[in-house]
């Protein structure tokens, strides 16, 4: 009988390995790769290329004039340098979302930001999360000089000097 179990078990586990494996279902990633477009994430990732490639072309051409020119054409702005990259960054967002979230939750999400209140919200979220970390450290700070000033003064009432 235990055997039996364990055989059944064992079977249960690799069916499970197996599912997991294949990553999510081809409805989920539709849904996930959808909501991806819309979020515009692509469009995040192609804004931060230029970045990376400045940063890259003098490690790159060694301050050679000849591969300079060489590297510039074939980083400029629509080379198909990209397009791997990118479709390969778009696939592993929307698996990490199809992975995270039902099909029909991902649906609600990308009909949300469809709308023009979602639209908004993706417009002002870079300005909006960089205030919040502003304000975050401007609160963070007060208190922590408020609670430096009562412990001091906690401290002092006990006897210690400082």
């Known amino acids: 009988m235990s055997r039996r179990v364990l055989t059944i078990a064992g079977i249960l586990l690799l069916l499970a390995c197996n599912a997991f494996a294949q990553g999510p279902a081809p409805e989920a990633m539709s849904a996930a790769r959808k909501l991806v477009l819309t979020l515009k994430i692509a469009d995040q990732y192609r ?6 490639l400045l940063r890259l072309r003098p490690l790159v051409a060694q ?3 000849e591969i300079e020119r060489d590297y510039d054409a074939m980083t400029a702005p629509g080379a198909e340098i ?3 990259l990118l479709a390969s960054m778009v696939d592993q967002v929307a698996s990490l979302y199809a992975q995270n979230f039902s099909v029909d939750e991902l649906r609600q999400i990308e009909a949300f930001y469809a709308q023009p209140a979602g639209k908004k919200f993706l417009e002002k979220s870079d300005a909006l999360a960089q205030a919040s970390v502003q304000i975050s450290q401007e609160v963070s700070q007060k208190a922590a000089d408020d609670l430096k000033q009562r412990l001091i003064e906690a401290l002092r009432q006990k006897g210690h000097k400082l």
């Open 47 to 52: 804004a931060q290329l230029p970045q990376l």
């Open 63 to 65: 301050d050679r004039p």
């Open 82 to 84: 990209y397009a791997p």
